[in-house]
């Protein structure tokens, strides 16, 4: 979880850096591909806890 938060932190700050400052798209793009990144992981991550094993 803590990685999941730390990822989307990092994110969320690329994404205001390049939305904010003038003609740098590039921090912006980035923040958004970290952001699914971390979102498709941790649905991996919640997905595989949720199956129980078989007896």
Not at 24 to 44: E, H, K, N, R
Request: aromatic share 10%.
């Amino acid at each position: 979880m803590v990685l999941f938060l730390s990822f989307a932190l990092v994110a969320v700050i690329l994404g205001i850096i390049g939305a904010t400052a003038g003609g740098l798209g590039y921090p912006l793009i980035v923040g958004i591909v970290i952001f699914a990144a971390d979102v498709a992981f941790a649905s991996l991550r919640l997905s595989r806890r949720a199956r129980r094993p078989l007896r």
